[in-house]
């Protein structure tokens, strides 16, 4: 375990972003918040951190537990931090929101007929009005 480690590195060998340049660019698009604050690359984490991390369709919030500047397997990665509960109940709640979405835009058997379809071009014309 390494002593004092940058936010690029760490995000990186907690296997948050594949490179080390996705993570410098979301730290630096400021995507990333370290103790609720946007930071720079350099920033040396510290054990007990609270870091916002963007991932797929939710940002995760993550405890640092643990310092690393060497990328390991995905078990030991792990160890470097612990996710908030607040976090995992947000994630929860999205994924089932997400869900359900799909599940409401399921796919026409069939496609519109004439008249369907200048009743949707109704609609979209009342809509953007």
Do not use: C
């Amino acid at each position: 375990m390494a002593e004092s480690v940058r936010l690029d590195k760490w995000l990186w060998a907690a296997r948050f972003f594949k490179t080390r340049q996705l993570a410098k660019k979301a730290i630096e698009g400021g995507k990333v918040h370290y103790d609720g604050d946007r930071v720079k690359n350099s920033k040396l984490v510290e054990v007990g951190a609270l870091i916002r991390v963007p991932q797929g369709f939710v940002s995760l919030e993550v405890r640092v537990t643990g310092l690393s500047s060497q990328r390991r397997g995905a078990p030991e990665a792990r160890l470097l931090y612990e996710e908030t509960p607040e976090s995992v109940e947000h994630r929860e709640h999205e994924a089932e929101v997400r869900r359900l979405n799909n599940q409401m835009m399921q796919h026409p058997k069939r496609r519109p007929d004439k008249k369907e379809r200048r009743d949707i071009k109704n609609f979209q014309r009342r809509q953007g009005e």
